[in-house]
């Protein structure tokens, strides 16, 4: 069993800052891709960022340079620092990651985290 959690969603001002964190536990072999995911009210989950094992990030257009995506191999934890937010940042925010469970098998399952809601408004 595989378990995303996340923490440090909230409630912020325009401009302000958060910083995410998304911890997986269980039986883990190996997480490859990590990404956080946001979903606003009546609209679709829409990627926000990425990141490998090796470090390569891919941001959406529209959190570049205010979003920063990092992770913690050793923790199996993915962060999202995200600054210059925006009230267009609101929304429920889900972390994922690909995880392989066993070092005899080379399939990498998807997981997803709760979510957490970050609101931004003055």
């Known amino acids: 069993q595989v378990q995303f959690v996340e923490s440090g969603g909230g409630f912020v001002q325009p401009g302000g800052s958060l910083r995410l964190s998304c911890a997986a536990s269980?039986?883990?072999?190996?997480?490859?891709?990590m990404g956080w995911y946001r979903q606003a009210p009546g609209e679709q989950r829409d990627l926000v960022a990425t990141?490998?094992?090796?470090?390569?990030?891919n941001y959406a257009d529209s959190v570049k340079g205010r979003f920063t995506i990092s992770r913690d191999n050793a923790k199996n934890t993915v962060y999202l620092q995200m600054n210059s937010l925006k009230p267009e940042d609101t929304a429920v925010y889900y972390c994922n990651g690909a995880v392989r469970t066993t070092a005899w098998s080379y399939t990498f399952r998807d997981y997803w985290g709760q979510g957490t809601q970050v609101t931004v408004s003055s």
């Open positions: 269980g039986t883990i072999f190996s997480i490859s891709t």
């Open positions: 990141i490998r094992s090796t470090g390569s990030t």
